[in-house]
């Protein structure tokens, strides 16, 4: 059964620095993985969708990495700003599913 | 930009009453998914629909559950009778294609009290 964590559960730094957000599965049989932002009572707006064959995909200040064979993939915000402040959340798909596993989201807050 | 739309946004039920959560996904989309989030917990998975049928659904998704897409627009989920623990936000998803990115909407809180 697939498991999915993210490191670390709360993250807060200031205004203008470079981050990363870590997320990890158990299973490397993945379709694809794709990151979320999570504003306090709101829905889930979508980052990134990263495929399986590939090794990162990048929007903007954003950037996401994956590492299939490791159960890793990393989200690189660069140049926070305090709009970022939110839970971001990573979701994976197995290679036979169509639903995603989401992990428990990294809580990120951006100080002006 | 298109996008995922629910209502109500907050529903509020008592136990043993059922309830009607709907959804109207992005107009071009042929997938179409629900899941709900327990307040402080993750994101879960509940069922998944496709040329009017499940494809698939998790463990949650039991006999009290119940999916539909009454018209060309509208895609529902149904409690038949609300318990205590199916308080939750629950957040519609649709996608163009099998595996595609999924676009979420805003979600409705479903308090049972």
């Known amino acids: 059964k697939q498991e999915v964590t993210q490191i670390p559960a709360a993250l807060s730094v200031p205004e203008g620095e470079n981050l990363v957000l870590n997320c990890s599965f158990t299973?490397?049989?993945?379709?694809?993985l794709q990151w979320f932002r999570q504003d306090p009572g709101k829905g889930l707006t979508s980052l990134l969708l990263i495929q399986s064959s590939q090794r990162e995909q990048t929007s903007g200040r954003l950037n996401a990495s994956l590492d299939k064979s490791s159960g890793r993939s990393t989200l690189y915000i660069a140049a926070s700003q305090p709009g970022d402040s939110a839970t971001y959340l990573c979701?994976?798909?197995?290679?036979?599913?169509?639903?995603?596993?989401f992990g428990p989201g990294t809580r990120l807050s951006v100080l002006p | 930009e298109p996008e995922v739309t629910q209502t109500p946004s907050h529903q509020v039920t008592q136990m043993g009453q059922e309830v009607i959560l709907r959804c109207v996904p992005i107009s071009n989309h042929l997938y179409f998914y629900w899941y709900r989030q327990i307040l402080g917990q993750k994101v879960e998975f509940l069922v998944s629909?496709?040329?009017?049928?499940?494809?698939?659904k998790s463990e949650i998704f039991d006999d009290q559950f119940s999916v539909e897409r009454p018209d060309g627009s509208n895609f529902t989920l149904k409690i038949r009778s609300t318990k205590l623990e199916d308080s939750a936000m629950y957040f519609c998803?649709?996608?163009?294609?099998?595996?595609?990115?999924?676009?979420f909407g805003p979600g409705t809180r479903l308090t049972v009290t």
């Open positions: 299973d490397s049989a993945i379709y694809n």
């Open positions: 979701a994976v798909r197995g290679n036979y599913g169509q639903n995603f596993v």
């Open positions: 629909f496709y040329n009017n049928e499940i494809s698939e």
């Open positions: 998803a649709s996608s163009e294609r099998r595996l595609y990115e999924q676009y």
